[in-house]
């Protein structure tokens, strides 16, 4: 059994309310890409989330930016994102709050897929890259934003691989003494 964490070594995954949008609509311009559109105002897009979250800094409290959980379906499928502001979130912080957020998924939803969906302006803060594993399918020139077409690619990752995940190559991502199959205090 895995456990909802939501504290890695530099991050915090808070819970986001209906009064975040505006700041949640200001990361996702910063961000440069257009890769959210589930409603058509920034409020709307809050009453269709399965789970959002603030990712915060832990050793200065700054606010990097969100992440969600989205589209939850009969099949066991729910789709993640990670909008990070560029400028705050370096040195590997996206492949951390992906981290929590995955496991937070599989934790608390009865699901066996999560499905994401990026561009590749967004690998290096994932530590993706091209023609790497994951990549399930690409949509060629899908996207057109400020001026640019955009190759959008889906990955996913299914529950079993995720628990293999966790008892192997996560070691490092969480703080003393935590650990992924040990409930937080």
């Known amino acids: 059994m895995i456990f909802p964490h939501t504290v890695s070594r530099r991050l915090e995954l808070r819970p986001a309310t209906m009064h975040d949008h505006t700041v949640f609509l200001a990361t996702l311009l910063r961000t440069g890409l257009e890769s959210f559109r589930p409603a058509a105002t920034t ?3 809050f009453k269709i989330l399965d789970a959002a979250f603030l ?36 040195m590997g912080v996206g492949s951390e709050a992906i981290h929590l ?7 608390m939803f009865n ?12 690998f290096s803060a994932f530590g993706l890259t091209l023609g790497g594993t994951g990549i399930r399918a690409v949509l060629d020139d899908h996207l057109y934003f400020r001026g640019q077409l ?10 079993a691989d995720w628990e293999r995940h966790v008892d ?7 703080p003393e003494p935590l650990q992924w199959r040990v409930a937080p205090a």
């Open 150 to 159: 955009w190759d959008l690619h889906t990955f996913q990752i299914e529950r």
């Open 111 to 122: 699901i066996d897929k999560v499905i994401a969906q990026t561009t590749e302006a967004s």
């Open 55 to 90: 990712v915060h800094r832990r050793d200065s409290a700054t606010v990097l930016g969100f992440s969600t959980l989205h589209g939850l379906d009969p099949a066991g499928h729910i789709r993640c994102g990670i909008y990070l502001d560029p400028l705050r979130a370096r």
């Open 43 to 45: 409020a709307g897009m």
């Open 168 to 174: 192997e190559d996560l070691d490092g991502i969480l």
């Open 101 to 107: 957020l995955l496991n937070y998924a599989f934790a």
